[in-house]
């Protein structure tokens, strides 16, 4: 069994930029498990998308963003690039960094972690099918 002793995450006073998070993976008897935060502000919300779906293209000026794919079939658009990630595959978007989470056929759920400030007003819309933009 691993134990570990985490303190908050801090960002670098130099530069602003908050250290990637560090997933931890501890085995038990009976299979293990994933951790993703430790005692540190976060928001966690599973997104649901629709088959052939999509988000408006965005981005937020005050978090960091790590998304989880939990079903096969998720698209997504990180700082201009295309990923299909399996499930589990997890991408970090820093702040700033355009982004877009879809659906490549079935509806998809994915896990996002937010850390910084959470505050749905902070999604700055770059370009939305929905006319949100």
């Known amino acids: 069994m691993t134990v570990q002793t985490d303190a908050p995450v801090q960002t670098d ?3 602003g930029v908050r250290p990637e998070p560090v997933v ?3 085995r038990r008897p009976w299979g ?3 951790r993703f935060t430790l005692n540190e502000p976060s928001t966690v919300k ?3 998308v629709e088959p052939g779906q999509r988000l408006s293209l965005q981005r937020h000026r005050d978090r960091d963003e790590l998304w989880v794919a939990l079903d096969p079939g998720a ?3 990180v700082a201009g690039r295309r ?3 399996e499930v589990g595959g997890r991408v ?3 702040a700033g960094e355009t982004h877009r989470l879809g659906s490549d056929g079935p509806a998809v759920r994915v896990m996002e972690i937010a850390f910084g400030h959470f505050d749905e007003d902070d999604i700055e819309r770059l370009e939305d099918r929905y006319g949100r933009a």
């Open 24 to 26: 931890e993976t501890e």
């Open 32 to 34: 293990g498990f994933e």
């Open 83 to 85: 990923i299909l990630p």
């Open 75 to 77: 698209v997504f658009e």
């Open 46 to 48: 599973i997104i649901h």
């Open 13 to 15: 006073a130099q530069t």
């Open 92 to 94: 970090l978007i820093r």
